[in-house]
């Protein structure tokens, strides 16, 4: 089953600077060796997100997390390359 995002974490990506949320995507798709340590040396600097983070019942269920934090930044990048065409 898919874990939810809580809106705290949404918010946290939609804050993001555009070359935040850009990194984070990147690190996100290529995940190459070192992008899920630099992932969450990000996140823990966010209390919500590493709260969130630190609920995880096994090292699978935080990967998982970790994606999902990654397919919402993806989105959000989407809408606002998207909005920025639109302007």
Partial sequence: MKKKIPSSVKEYVQNLSDSDLNHLVQKSIQKLGGDYADMAYSFQRNR????????????????????????????????????????
């Fill in 48 to 87: 919500e997100v590493d709260d969130w983070l630190r609920g995880a019942k096994s090292a699978e269920d935080w990967f998982d997390m970790v994606d999902l934090i990654g397919e919402t930044a993806g989105r959000e990048l989407k809408y606002r390359d998207e909005s920025k065409v639109s302007a």
